[in-house]
């Protein structure tokens, strides 16, 4: 059972288009994070959010937390192929561990 | 950048073979994580340590061990390998204060034949 769900699992967009990826779970969790994994690098981070309903934004990329703390969502305005890559949202459990979602593949075509 | 590195990158080894794959940070953190991803695929915890001589198991059940003498060291062991073991392995490190951030080697891709 994976406790973090994400959608959509593959997405393939033009360049310039805007795309959103969502984060799901059951459990509240005491932040979250969303990474950003090149072919065969590690994940890199993103951002952290930490209080519910929380907006963060990294230049083109917004990203929000769940009133309830047990969602999130990546909005991408005008996504261009230097953002491809696999989208990871981790949630953090305790301070402690860190569950990853299944993750969104995307590809952003020129 | 992150100072996290896996040795080695790739490995094909056959079936039965002893290996161990090691993962090494000089950021002093106490935290060290090992996952298990296929290819594009969502990261699976195999095995953690929140300091030397801590080692937990993970959600996903591993055949391999793991141990941590040195607080800069956690290597990755499988005594007998099998074809179903092939897949990418990446060691993480966090720190134990307020940033929870997950820092990633680059991972070994192991090929069982």
């Known amino acids: 059972t994976q406790l973090l769900e994400q959608s959509p699992q593959f997405l393939s967009i033009q360049e310039g288009e805007n795309l959103t990826v969502y984060c799901n779970s059951s459990?509240?969790?005491?932040?979250l994070q969303w990474y950003r994994q090149e072919p065969g690098e590690g994940p890199v981070l993103l951002v952290t959010?930490?209080?519910?309903?929380e907006v963060k934004k990294l230049k083109r990329l917004t990203f929000q937390f769940g009133d309830a703390r047990k969602d999130s969502s990546l909005h991408i305005t005008a996504a261009q192929p230097g953002d491809t890559g696999l989208y990871l949202c981790a949630g953090i459990y305790n301070f402690n561990k860190f569950y990853f979602g299944s993750g969104t593949k995307l590809n952003v075509k020129p | 950048e992150a100072d996290i590195y896996q040795t080695p990158r790739y490995l094909v080894i056959g079936t039965g073979k002893k290996i161990t794959l090691e993962c090494s940070q000089t950021m002093g953190h106490d935290k060290m994580y090992w996952y298990q991803q296929d290819p594009g695929m969502e990261l699976h915890l195999i095995h953690y340590?929140?300091?030397?001589?801590?080692?937990e198991k993970g959600d996903l059940s591993s055949e391999s061990t793991v141990s941590r003498i040195r607080t800069e060291h956690f290597p990755l062991t499988l005594e007998s390998a099998r074809p179903s073991h092939t897949s990418q392995y990446l060691c993480?490190?966090?720190?134990?204060?307020?940033?929870?951030?997950?820092?990633f080697g680059q991972g070994t891709r192991l090929t069982v034949v």
């Open positions: 959010v930490v209080t519910g309903g």
């Open positions: 340590s929140y300091g030397v001589n801590s080692t």
């Open positions: 459990s509240v969790f005491s932040s």
């Open positions: 993480a490190s966090s720190d134990s204060g307020g940033s929870t951030e997950a820092f």
